[in-house]
């Protein structure tokens, strides 16, 4: 009886000490900070972030979350640009969502022309406008979401012209833009919507989060720069 007291005992312990190395919401550990990652959101309100259009967001923050939903503009983007970085972030669906992370935009005018978006959507398929995808341009292996109401992980990095996206630990999409040469065109000759290639789109530019008519929320978002 007494064994079995010691190893609960040890359990518990061992259960306290792994709560405690974890960040709260919206916090770094003592290990990212000393890895490099930079919090992009303080989970308190929108300093480090605007509307595209230049704009005060207009949407409260809700529970810890930046919601992009209503809140004046396509994107709500942060102020500082990136080039070659890992960003990680939790993102929550309401029943029928349709958003977007993007990232390395050149142009905040202008995301959808001179950006990538990962696509965060509602559903079941994996095709190039489903979630994980590299939006119009590389399609995931499989759609890992979990599903409205739930949070997903999604971990994006780029490196120079390779992009790869991970959804809830699992790595679904990836992409190098030297291969795509043409605009309007993939590798494989699939039609896209961008009036440059690929290989011509910025590898620095700014990360935004989309609002396209439906509820989603953010937060955990942080970068380590590469």
């Given at each position: ?12 312990l ?20 000393a ?9 308190k ?21 930046l919601?992009?939903?209503?809140s ?7 102020e ?9 972030c ?14 390395r935009?050149?142009?905040p005018l ?9 696509q965060v959507?509602?559903?079941k ?27 997903d ?24 833009c030297?291969e ?5 065109k993939?590798p494989?000759g699939s039609?896209n919507?961008f ?5 011509d ?26």
């Open positions: 009886m007494r064994g079995l007291q010691v190893i609960a005992a040890i359990a518990l061992f259960s306290i000490t792994i709560q405690d190395c974890r960040a709260a919401d919206n916090e770094l550990t003592a290990e990212e900070k890895a490099g990652w930079q919090l992009l959101f303080n989970g309100d929108h300093t480090g972030w605007k509307c595209n259009n230049g704009k005060e967001i207009a949407c409260p923050i809700e529970d810890g979350c919601v992009p939903y209503k004046g503009t396509y994107l709500i983007i942060h500082k640009q990136f080039g070659d970085f890992v960003l990680k939790d993102v929550k669906m309401d029943k029928a969502c349709n958003s977007g992370i993007f990232f935009v050149g142009d202008n995301p959808v022309q001179t950006g990538f978006e990962m959507l509602t559903g398929g994996s095709s190039i406008h489903d979630f994980g995808a590299v939006y119009e341009l590389a399609k995931p292996t499989k759609n890992n979401t979990k599903g409205p109401g739930q949070w992980s999604v971990e994006i990095t780029c490196k120079g012209p390779k992009i790869t996206v991970a959804v809830n630990g699992e790595t679904v999409t990836t992409m190098n030297d795509y040469t043409e605009p309007g993939g494989d039609k919507k009036k440059k290639a690929a290989k789109f910025p590898r620095k530019g700014y990360i935004g989060l989309q609002d396209h008519g439906s509820k989603c929320w953010y937060k955990n978002i942080r970068i380590r720069e590469l």
